[in-house]
């Protein structure tokens, strides 16, 4: 399905998974760009101390996304955003099989991306935010050799924590790449049309 196939720049969107590992209730009080900084640091030291990820274990890989990635992912809001207008048109059901065959595919690319994590560091840059502000855009580089990568996020405050929505690689955000092709397979097959070819996505990556 060529609206829904994954361009090159998503092979980066693991940075987005170094991003949110495992925060503690200190950690969740810092700002967001010194959290994003300390955590991706931690993630990334650890996948390069994992000879198993860099081996390609994707189940492995997928374990670790699951654990310490999606807790700290707003994926309803993410979700909504992608299909659009057409999310208030789902039912209760739809929606929830959207989410849930949304987060699958996200996590496969994670996984298929962090195994290719080798001297990779990330650099913040300047951010501009007010204390009060309870959505901030946090943005980043991910550097190693070549050219470095932009990697933006834009989290929300829950109460003390932050929580990523969107992340924007090389200048495309993730949710307006994804809310286009959505709207694509909704107008050709309706919801239950889109739920399909993200479930038969899935599907053929397990294969």
């Given at each position: 399905?060529?609206?829904?196939?994954?361009?090159?720049?998503?092979?980066?969107?693991?940075?987005?998974?170094?991003?949110?590992?495992?925060?503690?209730?200190?950690?969740?009080?810092?700002?967001?760009?010194?959290?994003?900084?300390?955590?991706?640091?931690?993630?990334?030291?650890?996948?390069?101390?994992?000879?198993?990820?860099?081996?390609?274990?994707?189940?492995?890989?997928?374990?670790?996304?699951?654990?310490?990635?999606?807790?700290?992912?707003n994926f309803q809001r993410m979700t909504?955003?992608?299909?659009?207008?057409?999310?208030?048109?789902?039912?209760?059901?739809?929606?929830?099989?959207?989410?849930?065959?949304?987060?699958?595919?996200?996590?496969?690319?994670?996984?298929?991306?962090?195994?290719?994590?080798?001297?990779?560091?990330?650099?913040?840059?300047?951010?501009?935010?007010?204390?009060?502000?309870?959505?901030?855009?946090?943005?980043?580089?991910?550097?190693?050799?070549?050219?470095?990568?932009?990697?933006?996020?834009?989290?929300?405050?829950?109460?003390?924590?932050?929580?990523?929505?969107?992340?924007?690689?090389?200048?495309?955000?993730?949710?307006?790449?994804?809310?286009?092709?959505?709207?694509?397979?909704?107008?050709?097959?309706?919801?239950?049309?889109?739920?399909?070819?993200?479930?038969?996505?899935?599907?053929?990556?397990?294969?």
């Amino acid at each position: 399905m060529q609206s829904i196939r994954l361009t090159s720049w998503t092979h980066w969107m693991a940075a987005a998974a170094l991003a949110v590992a495992c925060v503690g209730a200190q950690a969740q009080a810092k700002a967001p760009d010194v959290l994003i900084k300390e955590v991706s640091t931690d993630v990334l030291d650890a996948v390069k101390a994992d000879k198993s990820i860099q081996a390609g274990d994707v189940q492995k890989v997928i374990a670790l996304v699951d654990a310490k990635v999606l807790p700290y992912f707003n994926f309803q809001r993410m979700t909504a955003l992608a299909v659009g207008r057409n999310w208030r048109q789902a039912t209760p059901e739809q929606q929830k099989a959207l989410q849930n065959e949304f987060k699958t595919l996200l996590v496969r690319t994670y996984a298929g991306a962090l195994a290719q994590v080798k001297d990779q560091t990330v650099q913040l840059r300047p951010m501009r935010s007010s204390p009060e502000d309870t959505e901030v855009v946090v943005r980043t580089e991910v550097r190693g050799k070549g050219d470095p990568i932009q990697l933006d996020y834009r989290l929300e405050k829950a109460g003390d924590s932050w929580k990523i929505y969107d992340v924007n690689v090389l200048g495309v955000w993730l949710v307006e790449n994804y809310r286009n092709s959505f709207a694509q397979e909704i107008s050709a097959g309706g919801i239950d049309g889109l739920i399909a070819k993200l479930a038969e996505r899935n599907k053929a990556a397990k294969s």
